[in-house]
């Protein structure tokens, strides 16, 4: 395996609500040049791909991303050397959701929840993406609040729909996650209800995994190589979590973590590019610098990717074909070991990058300049 033109082929993608203002639910801290429009948060997606060289494309979340011309916006975007990657969709935050949305028991909000669904597929036309990715805050608070199979019903067929309206080359990609906003029931809560509805719909669904989705302990890995067995993985939401979606840095947490993910995706030939999987970052930047914060994640999922290619995988089958435990796990952890920053450094410099990505942001003065450009009108925000 060449580890080098593997790591140069590798593409992830950044989310344009990590560049706007973000936080808890109990306080959002504003930061001076933070975008005020989804031109700016392309260009400051741009410039994480100006210095690593690996982030060639932005996903949009609608309505925060919405604009009048969609065609246009693809056009700055491509002036910029990216592209528009993920749609996003968002019936999460209006105020008809409080119960649901395509599981709303109302027919009448379940149908305004499936529009917004197909308008993203037509923003999809519009600006040449691949991926419509779904994520439902659907689910209830209390035992008996709406019937739980029937909840089922109104997804899978509002999932239908939106599968019919998809274009040749457009894909589905269903997300899940644990619990909140709905705290006792949630519709899609887990791999297992994203894969089956999946399954249902056919060969352009796929389940997108956001690593903050799951309940502590959970055997993410595990998940990712049962998805590639089956064909049925989609895209990652990359991020680091403590206790439930915190929604930090990916990598940060635990890049133990992040490697083990990244050797099953080695593992299963699902890095390149040509794969079709979707590496996107889903994260908040709260309380840090937001564009080298970007620069840090996406350096992260590089070290991972890095190590996970390292791994001796003729050693490895050879000590499990064995039984050879202690040997099997030490090849493993020897890869995980490898300060991979040098390499990766020399595959910058080769490509006519600075080695320090986060350094080179600093000194650019592009930081300074949003400060200065960027004052007055309407910080952007993902509306906590
Ligand atoms: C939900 O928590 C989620 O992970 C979905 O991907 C949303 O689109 C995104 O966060 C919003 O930040
Ligand atoms: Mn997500």
């Given at each position: 395996m060449d580890v080098k033109a593997a790591l140069r082929a590798q593409r992830i993608e950044t989310p344009s609500w990590a560049y706007a203002n973000s936080g808890t639910r109990f306080k959002v801290f504003p930061q001076p040049g933070?975008?005020?429009?989804a031109e700016e948060k392309i260009a400051d997606a741009a410039t994480v791909h100006r210095f690593t060289g690996v982030a060639p494309s932005v996903a949009l979340h609608i309505p925060w991303d919405k604009v009048d011309d969609y065609g246009a916006l693809t056009a700055y975007a491509r002036d910029l050397g990216i592209e528009i990657g993920a749609i996003n969709t968002n019936v999460f935050q209006d105020e008809d959701y409080k119960l649901g949305s395509v599981t709303n028991p109302d027919a009448g909000i379940r149908r305004k929840a499936t529009d917004h669904l197909l308008e993203a597929i037509s923003i999809m036309d519009a600006t040449g993406s691949r991926d419509l990715k779904l994520w439902f805050s659907d689910g209830i608070n209390y035992p008996g609040q709406d019937d739980i199979r029937d909840r089922q019903d109104r997804l899978a067929a509002a999932l239908r729909e939106t599968y019919e309206r998809l274009g040749e080359n457009q894909r589905m990609l269903l997300e899940y996650k644990l619990f909140e906003p709905a705290f006792y029931a949630t519709d899609v809560p887990d791999w297992g209800t994203s894969y089956a509805h999946c399954v249902e719909l056919g060969e352009k669904a796929t389940v997108c995994i956001d690593t903050g989705h799951h309940a502590p302990g959970t055997n993410i890995e595990f998940i990712v190589a049962f998805l590639l067995r089956a064909g049925k993985l989609g895209a990652f939401d990359f991020n680091s979590r403590f206790?439930?979606?915190?929604?930090?840095?990916?990598?940060?947490?635990?890049p133990f973590q992040l490697f083990r993910i990244m050797y099953e995706i080695v593992r299963g030939d699902a890095l390149d590019p040509a794969y079709g999987i979707a590496f996107m970052l889903d994260q908040c930047h709260n309380i840090e610098a937001k564009i080298p914060a970007i620069i840090r994640s996406v350096m992260n999922v590089q070290e991972a990717t890095a190590k996970a290619l390292l791994v001796d995988r003729t050693a490895l089958r050879a000590a499990q074909q064995a039984g050879n435990v202690l040997e099997a796990n030490a090849v493993l952890m020897d890869a995980y070991n490898t300060d991979v920053r040098p390499l990766l450094g020399e595959l910058r410099t080769d490509a006519g990058?600075?080695?320090d990505p986060v350094a080179a942001y600093a000194r650019s003065g592009y930081q300074e300049k949003i400060v200065a450009e960027r004052a007055g009108g309407t910080q952007a925000g993902w509306g906590a």
């Open positions: 933070v975008p005020r429009t206790y439930a979606d915190d929604d930090l840095m990916v990598g940060a947490a635990d990058l600075d080695p």
